[in-house]
């Protein structure tokens, strides 16, 4: 077998090899520092008061990731990125940079720890080629570029760096190897729900070096025993505190848009979506921000797009299979079962967000594919090597070609996440077909005050997405900032029919109703919603308020006590008109009369400033407030 080792011999290093994979990729994404907060980093790290301050971030490793209403109903809960987050922002006094450079160097250092973990199995040469694929393929952009892709990151970072470490490891394994093992994997899961997946890995990656047969497993698990229950351990506490944090294990939605998959075969739909991963992988020309229905349909029977999808991901598999089985990894040969080997792991490394097995909150999404393909570059490290070596001029004019055009393509997609402006405007110009696509425009309309277009983009959103509970939930608010109360109340109240036992919808409706002061019905939709999410601080303010209002005392001051239990809150008027039945319950009119104040001071609309001046007079016999116009409208 001719040399594979064609390489310069400073680079013959596989730690040099790394360092090189390493720079390459910091260089890439160089740009990226100057974007800002963008799309979702703007509710988990802008909004989200909870990090903000080292005193109450032990508090917002408690909650859902998603640090809003209906955080529980997306099934997300990450206490190491969330810690992460509280650190930077702790750091950088809430500039974008040290977000930024923090996902710069740690795409670099995954880069380079995918060659450390390609040295492994294959020659060196193969490994770098593996590894500045990685550093330069656009598909990670969404994922480095993006704040909030750092979990992805930092998920991939910890996987790697246990399947290195296992390489590397004594046989048969020892407690110490099995505790470094459960606390990367501790990281990983905690970092983003794909971590879970590290002991599939792990065994993958043994099955392949040593060719197990099924026969070999009570051996094999004999000797390795220790790593299996460390791991076994930390899952289990991870699995019991998104049970404890969100009330499920998984998250109770289908991918955004797709409720149909929860009704049809979902192979139709996945054999496209295979198709997709291929495309992303050798032409990754057409990038979106969202895959959401209409730019991948749900497919409601076979067509030629999904059956050739079908058929290249069985073609794809059991290639794979046989290349692996016919030849042991080793790091002095290379062959195609490298390739084989680098398939499977993408196959596993997937699984969780493939909708294959269970529904995941995502069709498609470019970001998921970042541990994912740490295969396929190991598959197209060797298979450009092996080019290399049999047709010197053509592999490295592809492998020149492929990184340069690579480079280029992730180098001009970077300021896609600029800010919110640059996000919303690329993906309208990109994918106009896309039903999030007429929510942002109905959004956009709705800012520069033309009603009429955004209830109507808000109309196609909400066909093209099938009426998705977390759209129609986001619109609802969007029209309650205008004060369209009674389309926003007829949207939650068909979401809260569709979908009963979720929090979200029956928590918004109960503030609709007190900005009616209506206490009977807001007291009805809290006590729905608190029944489903107790841990709602704002829910039990309105509570508080409605009971007192009706003159229901001793149940007002325990919902109080709750609230004033939970994690603090915004600054909304219910707490204050609590506060003035209380004071006018013991006859203190000085006291209710500056609750009163306090609270029109605080209300943000109209409507809720004009109920409270219904109320006041109703209920307290007082003026309305000197800043309400006599007439009733709104200041």
């Known amino acids: 077998m001719r040399s594979t080792e064609w390489l310069s011999s400073p680079l013959r290093d596989v730690r040099s090899a790394a360092l090189c994979a390493g720079l390459l990729a910091a260089a890439v994404y160089a740009n990226s520092l100057w974007n800002r907060f963008a ?373 001009t997609r970077t300021p896609t996440w600029r800010d919110n402006a640059t996000f919303f405007t690329t993906l309208l110009r990109d994918a106009p077909h896309s039903g999030r696509s007429q929510w942002i425009l109905g959004d956009s309309f709705l800012r520069s005050g033309n009603t009429s277009q955004a209830l109507l983009s808000y109309r196609l959103a909400i066909n093209m997405l099938d009426g998705h509970y977390q759209l129609i939930a986001e619109i609802s608010q969007r029209l309650m900032e205008i004060e369209r109360w009674e389309t926003a109340e007829r949207l939650l109240s068909q979401a809260y029919r569709d979908r009963p036992q979720f929090a979200l919808a029956p928590s918004l409706l109960a503030w609709v109703r007190a900005q009616y002061g209506d206490a009977v019905g807001t007291e009805r939709f809290a006590r729905e919603s608190l029944a489903r999410y107790e841990g709602d601080p704002t829910r039990q303010y309105l509570l508080a308020w409605a009971l007192a209002a009706q003159g229901r005392w001793e149940e007002a001051a325990v919902a109080r006590r709750r609230a004033e239990e939970l994690p603090e809150t915004i600054n909304f008027w219910h707490r204050w008109m609590y506060a003035a039945y209380v004071h006018r319950h013991e006859g203190n009119t000085l006291g209710a009369r500056a609750a009163l104040d306090s609270a029109w001071a605080s209300v943000a609309t109209g409507r809720g400033r004009r109920s409270m001046d219904s109320v006041r007079v109703a209920d307290f016999g007082l003026e309305p407030s000197l800043g309400a116009d006599p007439l009733g409208r709104s200041p």
């Open 39 to 411: 799309f979702d980093d703007v509710l988990i790290i802008v909004e989200n008061e909870g990090i903000h301050s080292l005193r109450t971030l032990p508090a917002a490793l408690t909650v859902p990731y998603w640090p809003d209403a209906y955080g529980r109903e997306l099934g997300l809960w990450r206490p190491v990125t969330t810690g992460a987050f509280g650190l930077l922002h702790a750091l950088g006094g809430g500039s974008a940079l040290p977000f930024h450079l923090v996902n710069v160097l740690a795409h670099a250092a995954a880069a380079g720890l995918v060659v450390l973990v390609a040295g492994a199995l294959m020659p060196v040469s193969a490994a770098l080629v593996a590894g500045l694929v990685f550093a330069t393929h656009p598909v990670h952009v969404e994922a480095v570029s993006n704040v909030v892709g750092f979990a992805e990151l930092l998920s991939a970072l910890a996987i790697l760096l246990a399947c290195f470490l296992h390489l590397r490891r004594p046989s048969p394994s020892s407690w110490t190897h099995a505790f470094a093992l459960g606390a990367l994997y501790a990281v990983a899961f905690g970092a983003k729900e794909s971590g879970v997946m590290l002991p599939a890995l792990i065994l993958l990656v043994d099955a392949a070096q040593r060719r197990l047969e099924i026969r070999d497993l009570g051996t094999y698990l004999r000797e390795r025993w220790r790593d299996y229950a460390v791991m076994a351990s930390v899952g289990s506490v991870f699995l019991l505190g998104r049970f404890a944090v969100l009330g499920s294990i998984a998250s109770p939605f289908p991918p955004f848009g797709a409720d149909l998959l929860a009704q049809v075969p979902r192979i139709w739909t996945l054999g496209e979506v295979w198709s997709h991963y291929v495309r992303l992988w050798v032409l990754p020309l057409d990038l979106y921000s969202d895959y959401a229905p209409n730019v991948i349909p749900i497919s409601l029977g076979w067509h030629p797009g999904n059956t050739i999808g079908v058929l290249v991901a069985l073609t794809l598999v059991a290639t794979a299979w046989m290349a692996v089985r016919r030849a042991r990894l080793d790091p002095a040969v290379l062959s195609v079962a490298v390739a084989g080997f680098g398939v499977l792991w993408f196959i596993v490394a997937i699984a969780p967000t493939s909708n294959f097995f269970f529904l995941s909150g995502v069709t498609l999404a470019e970001r998921t594919l970042y541990l994912p393909s740490v295969g396929l570059t190991l598959a197209t490290g060797s298979l450009v090597a092996l080019l290399i070596r049999e047709r010197p001029r053509a592999g490295w004019a592809v492998l020149a070609l492929a990184l340069s055009l690579s480079a280029v393509r992730t180098w």
